[in-house]
């Protein structure tokens, strides 16, 4: 069977009409793509047209988009609660539903058996196994990860995942058609629980729950610290609420059931907030009061929290993934700066301190505090071995010749 190359996808199906699902739809559909919107029941499909319709609207109001562009946009997209109607001809299908294993491999097996056999299947799952979802369809060579991130129509970062059985042609085609809808696509290129950006986050998260609980700074001090000093967009408390505390709860047992003690969370802390409803800034609550808005965390508490310390953390698992060769330091970089707008790539930013520095960060933390999260990866001790600590010897993750 001849494989799908980027060039061949011309008519796109977007299972699911959620946060992501519509964002998705309409970032195919502006770039010229037929999408083929697929929902259960039609109130969901008609919620997501409005969403799309409002999307749009704010695009041609900033004058990014004409209203004839906007219009043909919509035009492209279709809309059915009928899978042969939605992927019967299509070139790629994509599914967005929620991140339920069982769940997935159902819609998989399903695209499959109405999709024709050229089709690429594609999860925007941010955790969960590719090669899972893949076994369940008779195509797992054309199955892969397409993980987007929120708002889809707006970031332009894109995790793409190969699976065990993924093909190159497969690859390739995702990867270009990310660049053809104006992305920035980075490759994970083994089916590593969390990918790139989940794992370093999930780590830096780790790294302020295991702080605070041990009475070391409170939670405005870190994230006033985080923010001011680190020069992060968000503290790392209130980005547990923006992205959702239940989200991080359940992302954060899948990276400790996979990766082992380095991701032991402290489930004490988020796991009343869930029970609660307190879910944060999409509920009105969580670690934060969000009912008024984005909460304010006064710039004169930072300093009681040592933000190297989240960096060096943040390095070190950047660190386990080249030594797993699940992705390239540039990809870990891009990764982190475009997906969740930090001033610096953990790479980029431990060879401009210094491996060495980082190294050291790490073994005083371990040596205060031994759990597994501080311990460092052999690969940081081996390149600091070797004398390459970074830009002032000129190699570290990335060669300075």
């Known amino acids: 069977m001849k494989e799908t190359t980027s060039q061949e996808i011309q008519r796109v199906a977007v299972i699911g009409t959620g946060l992501m699902g519509h964002g998705i739809a309409q970032a195919f559909a502006v770039k010229g793509y037929e999408v083929n919107l697929l929902s259960r029941n039609k109130d969901s499909l008609k919620k997501a047209v409005q969403e799309i319709e409002w999307s749009l609207s704010k695009f041609v109001k900033k004058g990014t988009t004409s209203n004839g562009e906007a219009e043909a946009a919509l035009s492209r997209i279709m809309t059915t609660t009928s899978y042969g109607e939605a992927v019967g001809d299509v070139d790629l299908a994509l599914e967005s539903v929620s991140e339920s294993m069982e769940l997935k491999r159902r819609v998989f097996s399903k695209i499959d058996e109405y999709a024709p056999s050229h089709a690429i299947i594609a999860t925007n799952t941010s955790t969960l196994s590719v090669t899972e979802m893949g076994k369940a369809t008779g ?27 993924t093909s190159n042609e497969t690859l390739n085609a995702i990867m270009d058609v990310s660049r053809k809808l104006g992305k920035t696509p980075i490759l994970c290129k083994k089916d590593a629980r969390g990918f790139i950006v989940s794992r370093i986050l999930v780590a830096v998260f780790n790294e302020a729950f295991w702080t605070y609980s041990r009475g070391e700074a409170s939670m405005e001090e870190i994230d006033a610290s985080v923010r001011y000093i680190g020069g992060f967009p968000m503290g790392w408390f209130e980005l547990v609420d923006f992205v959702g505390v239940d989200v991080e709860y359940d992302v954060s047992k899948i990276l400790h059931e996979a990766h082992g003690e380095r991701y032991r969370p402290r489930l004490e802390l988020t796991e009343p907030l869930v029970k609660e409803k307190r879910l944060g800034r999409k509920t009105g609550m969580g670690f934060y009061d969000w009912s008024k808005g984005r909460p304010s965390i006064p710039s004169e508490l930072k300093g009681m929290y040592d933000v190297e310390r989240s960096w060096a953390v943040a390095t ?42 980082m190294l050291h960060k790490l073994e005083e933390a371990y040596s205060r505090y031994p759990i597994e999260l501080y311990k460092p990866c052999p690969l940081l001790k081996d390149y600091v071995a070797k004398g390459w600590t970074g830009k002032k010897a000129g190699k570290g993750f990335h060669k300075y010749i």
Not at 318 to 337: F, N, Q, R, T
């Open 316 to 357: 070190n698992e950047a660190a386990w993934m080249v030594l797993e060769d699940v992705a390239e330091p540039e990809s870990i970089d891009l990764g982190m700066k475009l997906g969740t707008g930090w001033p610096s790539g953990p790479c980029e930013y431990a060879d401009n301190k210094g491996l060495d520095g």
């Open 139 to 165: 195509r797992s060579e054309r199955t892969v990860g397409m993980h987007w991130f929120i708002p889809p129509q707006l970031t332009q970062l894109i995790e793409v995942i190969r699976g065990k059985d």
